[in-house]
């Protein structure tokens, strides 16, 4: 989940929050152990209940704070703002985040608003032979084009298929899962993009509260082959469409579409080449101002790198703010100068689009801020310490991983938010395996970990942004879409823990699981008994 704009908050949200935080006064006069689990406690309620992730996460935050001045209220408001907030805005790392956030949000409004996504799947799908085919893997290629955002991916994607979807026998069914599959597990794996800078955020904070030191950008790259439900949810995308591999109610509405089919097939006028400049031109630029950003400003040294080691340390850099805040505006005004006259008058019809997407990226903000005010209170409270203690004496350490992923995609699928299961589970997850004497590797899994987990139910929980906007989006009921997503979800989730989080406990590297998992997907239609073409 992208949260996009914050939801309203439910009478039961506001309910639950106010009855948790009240009776938080009671818990300040119990002993230590007890009260630090509180504030995460009354996080997952609230979240659980309300589906609000802002509100759940600033309820368990305030929470905390009340512990932790002895039951007083207004000392809590104080320290939260004073010892809390404030330092959080000082980190150039977060003020960062917040600047690199609203600038790709509204770099990926101006983008969508110029039409060159449209003008790119037109031109994709006029390949080839199959015609249901090459528009499944032409939708999909757009969506990995759509890398930055995932919501955006959700909304434009399916947005701009159906028609050539409907005319080509491809069921609304599998264009959503097409169109959900691209999106939160792109954006989680992509180098820059929305999520980048709430997932550093969350990297970095975690690692404060286990004492270690740590570049959150080396930690998230390091993360990415470790990342398994996210990669094996994209190769079980491919093996879909090459496939046709419909396993469940998915069957059902393949069959019904390939019966209906209007016959049209996917052709279509070739777009201008102005439109689908407009699209690829401002990615390029993007790509291009980030890695030469890093290397120009990451590397103190004198010249440009020229050797792994330099290259290495400058992505390691501090520069990483300062980079991912120059590459978005740079991007950004390649986007405003390239945007298709019949779409609007430039400029002010891109700085009206991007006005819009950095104001959408407020909510999110709110969920980054409250994360850093919830991981904050309970590294005051000592609360990651105390879930180590209590993982002492029961779980292997080599478990780690996959009962972080486990709890993660339980909490997701729960609660429908990616970006609340990451600022829940960061701060607890990486301290206490490190008070448990994980290496620097294993905590690096288990950040991955935290990352699959999130990101499982917003691929799949009815209450997931991501999955009711492309349901949406898709012209598909949100229910059936839930219900034939859900089989890919699951075998994604297997394997990723089969072959992947319980190997890498165990030392296994992921560059040995990710093949062998990769292999057993391929595998996959020929093993399940009818679970290749309908």
């Known amino acids: 989940m992208n949260p996009g704009p914050a939801p309203r908050i439910r009478p039961v949200t506001a309910f639950a929050a106010v009855a948790l935080v009240a009776g938080t006064a009671l818990f300040a006069a119990l002993p230590t152990g007890l009260r630090a689990l509180w504030p995460p406690l009354v996080a997952l309620v609230v979240i659980v209940l309300g589906r609000h992730a802002m509100g759940g996460l600033l309820a368990g935050a305030f929470a905390g704070a009340v512990i932790a001045r002895h039951g007083d209220p207004w000392q809590a408001y104080l320290s939260l703002a004073a010892d809390h907030l404030a330092p959080s805005l000082q980190s150039p790392w977060k003020t960062g985040a917040v600047a690199f956030t609203l600038v790709l949000g509204g770099f990926a409004a ?33 969506g990995l084009l759509c890398f930055f955002d995932g919501l955006a991916n959700s909304m434009v994607v399916g947005r701009v298929s159906r028609d050539l979807a409907d005319a080509s026998g491809v069921s609304r069914a599998k264009l959503a899962y097409i169109v959900d599959s691209t999106s939160s597990a792109v954006a989680c794996v992509a180098l820059i993009s929305t999520w980048i800078a709430f997932q550093l955020a969350m990297i970095g904070e975690a690692f404060a509260l286990a004492g270690r030191e740590a570049n959150p950008y080396l930690v998230f790259l390091r993360s990415l082959p470790a990342n398994f439900h996210c990669w094996f949810t994209l190769v079980l995308l491919g093996v879909a469409i090459g496939a046709r591999f419909h396993p469940g109610p998915m069957a059902a509405f393949a069959a019904r579409s390939r019966a209906g089919a209007g016959g049209g097939g996917a052709d279509a006028d070739a777009p201008g080449p102005g439109a689908v400049r407009a699209a690829l031109v401002p990615l390029a630029v993007l790509l291009g101002a980030f890695v030469s950003g890093f290397l120009a400003w990451g590397d103190p040294a004198p010249g440009w790198p020229d050797s792994r080691d330099r290259i290495v340390a400058a992505f390691g850099s501090d520069a990483g703010p300062l980079v991912l805040v120059t590459a978005g505006l740079v991007a950004t005004l390649a986007a405003v100068l390239l945007f298709p006259a019949g779409h609007g008058p430039r400029p002010a019809a891109p700085l009206r689009a991007f006005g819009r997407g950095a104001l959408a990226m407020v909510g999110p903000l709110g969920v980054l801020v409250a994360a850093w005010l919830l991981g904050g209170v309970m590294g005051e409270l000592g609360t990651a310490e105390l879930i180590a203690r209590l993982l002492a004496g029961g779980a292997p350490l080599w478990l780690l991983p996959t009962l972080t992923f486990v709890t993660g995609a339980a909490i997701s699928f729960a609660t429908g938010t990616s970006w609340g299961t990451m600022g829940l589970l960061f701060p607890l997850a990486v301290p206490a395996a490190a008070g448990l004497g994980a290496d620097d590797g294993l905590l690096t899994v288990i950040v ?36 034939t997503q859900i089989p890919y979800a699951l075998i994604a989730a297997a394997v990723a823990v089969i072959v992947g989080f319980v190997p890498a406990g165990l030392g296994v590297t992921p560059w040995l699981s990710l093949p062998v998992g990769a292999a057993l997907l391929v595998a996959l239609p020929r093993l399940v008994r009818g679970g290749g073409r309908p």
């Open 448 to 483: 991955a970990a935290v990352f699959s987990g999130a990101v499982f139910g917003d691929h799949c929980s009815p209450f997931s942004d991501t999955t009711i906007v492309s349901s949406i989006s898709c012209g598909i009921d949100p229910h059936d879409h839930v219900r």
């Open 110 to 142: 101006v983008l969508e608003a110029g039409g060159g996504f449209a003008a790119l799947l037109r031109r994709w799908a006029g390949r080839g032979d199959d015609a249901g085919r090459r528009v499944e893997a032409a939708a999909a290629g757009l």
